[in-house]
């Protein structure tokens, strides 16, 4: 039961020291997500801001006053960095295929490190936007019988996507549980 | 009604033959009552002839005498009462279940037929609800409660004394045990050996005789009615705590929410006093009518409470006029909080609620939500409890956990709690907020003012996560979160120390699918491990064969516990 290799394998965060403050439960290797995520991430991050921008500008439509355009001054400036921090934001994300269970882990400013065991996995969707599709890649959900659960693995070339979901499947089933 | 064998049998059945009458009757006399509220007048003067005469133009009753239409008028009356009893019956014959060694199915429906069936191993527990009416006429509702929203199977109506002993049938084909019914369980409803000193019923003549000896169907009615919740023959008498009404009644009123009114009360008087605007007195009388009801109903559904172990998992029944009762098969919780009141501090009373598969989100008996399984008890009835619901988790090697996580914080409690530097964001709770790890469960203390003690089996948590933001980070903390089933529990616990909270989530996983290969209680009294027929008993030891208990995390952050080579 190999599991499907994954494009890129890199590290970019900084080896933790005892003394770090930052969250690493599992040093080591981690399977990253597609680079190409990032136009996804970068357009999908401009399109809702730009549409965020607007609708706040509303306003000002109908009171022409200088401060009407604050609220979507600050949407665009948020928009701004946010779109500066993609590219890292995507190389954050990863996952590991222990034995027994799945690590994922997202997020550089607000980090999250969660551990799915194979045998609570209810069902894995695959899911494939249209920008995701125009670029090759698709979005793996796991579900398990809790909703806070909520791990998707975005940015996975789609060939990788259906491999891992096979394994998955078939490791989920030799180790399947009760609820 | 048929015998609890032949119900079981694999065959098709039918429901008790009041229940088109108990489910949609009610709403018939209520459109009789409108149309004899409506008639009022005529009829008076049909009684008492006098001169009346209707003012409006419209009269449908003048338009038929006057025409001589009475004759067809009553036929179209007859003809809607026919159609009426017509559909009932027909309802009725299209109402079918099924109970085989595998699942449970109904099949219901005259135009849009829907046949529902549940697998037996998924069942999260089963629940009798006697509403008041069909309670007066012995019939009661049989709820199956399946894992997913609202994915519950309803045998609406069934008689009385047949539903206890279907539940107790079911419960056993789920359990996966050969055993026969013996006359503890299936038998029980039939058999009535009392205790007169049983405490399962407080201020009920407990004289379940009381139904043979009388032999007139009324007497059998208020048999049935008086009877106590649990059977003694069922429950084990020592392990039933005691609903004292009174406690009820204080612990009620001294929640939170009446401690809001009395700072709204307040206000509201400083308002009227110094301002001399009485319009405020205005708000508070909803206010009153709305917490006075509020709490009413809290204290008439948790009347006559009741928990004991059968041996097909934990009962816990409620309800004084209306009345549920349900029975939670073992490994179908999935998280359970043990949580205080600030005002309960000074009694040591305590609130018991757990997460578990398959909620409805239709209330239980007269909208008691039925995820509190102790609305109120000391100490000594919550550890009664845990020991009920978690039979399997908790016992001799982590009582002290239980303990501890209801106590003020102390050294070496087991407990791997907040750093100093957490007070910034945990006032008074720094030296509580922690956690334990077991082999079994996972225990989250919380709060200092407001306690909780949150437990999670490791069998039945789904998943686990630690979270970091920037203020956490800035601080050297984070956030541990295990994932459970959605319900009112909530199993995090914040601020923890970063190599901590990162060490207890690495075990807290390893733990998790240690557990999960273990774990048989699908097929609760199938796996040999176990011998059939066996009560999983309160505070039991654990079962042969099972590691001794490894204490606390394993200290090393890629420890794991020894996983049962047992085959699932």
Redesign the interface.
């Known amino acids: 039961m190999t599991p499907p290799s994954t494009g890129a394998r890199a590290s970019v965060e900084p080896v933790s020291t ?1 003394e ?7 040093p080591g290797d981690w399977r990253r997500v597609s680079p190409r995520y990032i136009v996804v991430d970068l357009v999908g991050t401009l399109i809702s801001g730009l549409l965020t921008t607007a609708a706040l500008a509303v306003p000002w439509w109908f009171v022409r006053e200088w401060w009407m355009l604050l609220p979507s001054a600050v949407s665009a400036v948020v928009m701004v960095v946010t779109l500066a921090l993609v590219p890292r934001r995507v190389r954050a994300i990863g996952y590991r295929l222990r034995d ?2 799945l ?1 994922f882990r997202r997020g550089i ?9 194979y ?2 996995m209810q069902l894995v969707d695959i899911s494939r936007g249209p920008l995701a599709r125009a670029v090759g890649l698709a979005e793996l959900k796991l579900v ?6 909520n ?1 998707t693995i975005p940015g996975l070339p789609i060939e990788d996507a259906e491999a891992l979901r096979d394994h998955l499947v078939a490791v989920a089933e030799t ?5 | 009604m048929a015998d609890v064998d032949d119900l079981a049998d694999g065959e098709w059945h039918r429901l008790h033959p009041l229940t088109p009458l108990l489910r949609g009757g009610l709403v018939m006399i209520a459109i009789a009552g409108f149309v004899f509220a409506n008639l009022r007048e005529r009829i008076l003067e049909l009684l008492i002839p006098g001169d009346y005469a209707p003012d409006g133009d419209y009269d449908p009753i003048q338009l038929i005498l006057e025409r001589n239409l009475v004759a067809v008028a009553l036929a179209v009356v007859l003809g809607i009462v026919l159609l009426v009893i017509a559909i009932g019956w027909l309802s009725w014959r299209m109402h079918s279940f099924r109970i085989g060694a595998e699942s449970v199915e109904v099949r219901r429906g005259i135009l849009f037929r829907t046949h529902r069936q549940a697998r037996l191993d998924r069942i999260q527990g089963i629940n009798i609800v006697r509403p008041l009416i069909p309670r007066l006429v012995g019939a009661a509702r049989l709820e199956i409660t399946v894992a997913g929203d609202d994915a519950n199977i309803q045998l609406a109506y069934l008689g009385s004394a047949v539903a206890d002993a279907l539940r107790a049938r079911i419960l056993q084909l789920a359990s996966g045990a050969q055993r026969r019914p013996v006359d503890g369980v299936a038998g029980a409803a039939a058999r009535a050996t009392a205790d007169p000193a049983s405490p399962a019923a407080p201020g009920a003549p407990s004289d379940p005789a009381a139904p043979l000896v009388l032999d007139s169907v009324v007497g059998r009615r208020v048999g049935e009615f008086l009877a106590p919740e649990l059977d003694p023959a069922l429950a084990a008498p020592e392990s039933v705590v005691r609903m004292d009404p009174g406690r009820l009644v204080a612990s009620t009123v001294l929640s939170t929410s009446t401690l809001m009114f009395v700072v709204f009360l307040v206000i509201a008087g400083v308002l009227v006093s110094v301002g001399g605007a009485p319009v405020a007195l205005f708000g508070v009388v909803p206010l009153v009518f709305g917490l006075g009801s509020f709490l009413v109903r809290r204290i008439v559904t948790s009347l006559r409470y009741t928990i004991a172990a059968t041996p097909d998992g934990v009962r816990v029944g409620f309800g004084l006029l209306s009345t549920s009762n349900e029975t939670l098969p073992p490994g179908r919780i999935h998280a359970v909080s043990i949580s205080q009141e600030l005002l309960w501090r000074p009694f040591d009373w305590w609130q018991v609620r757990i997460n578990r598969a398959g909620r409805s989100t239709r209330n239980g008996a007269a909208g008691r939500q039925n995820t509190t399984v102790l609305p109120i008890g000391t100490r000594d009835d919550v550890l009664r409890v845990l020991e009920l619901l978690l039979p399997d988790t908790l016992g001799e090697h982590n009582r002290d956990l239980v303990a501890a996580g209801l106590k003020r914080a102390a050294q070496d409690d087991g407990y791997t709690v907040s750093p100093r530097r957490a007070a910034v964001l945990r006032w008074f709770s720094w030296r509580r907020n922690g956690v334990a790890l077991h082999r079994d469960a996972i225990a989250l203390r919380r709060g200092a003012i407001w306690r909780e003690l949150v437990i999670v089996p490791t069998a039945r948590m789904q998943s686990a996560a630690v979270h970091q933001g920037p203020l956490l980070r800035a601080l050297r903390l984070a956030a541990l979160r295990v994932h459970t089933v959605a319900g009112p529990v909530s199993a995090h616990v914040g601020a923890l120390d970063v190599r901590d909270a990162e060490r207890v989530f690495d075990d807290t996983a390893a733990a998790a699918i240690a557990a999960a290969s273990t774990d048989h209680s699908h097929r609760w009294a199938g796996h040999s491990g176990r011998s059939a027929g066996e009560a999983p008993r309160a505070g039991a030891a654990p079962p042969a064969g099972e590691a001794p208990p490894t204490g606390n995390a394993p200290p090393g952050g890629s420890a794991r516990p020894p996983a049962d080579p047992e085959p699932a």
């Open positions: 005892p770090s403050p930052r969250l690493d439960p599992a027994d269970d690590l400013l607000f980090q999250r490190f969660a551990a799915v065991p045998g609570r398990t019988a809790a909703a806070s659960s791990l180790r399947r549980a009760g609820l």
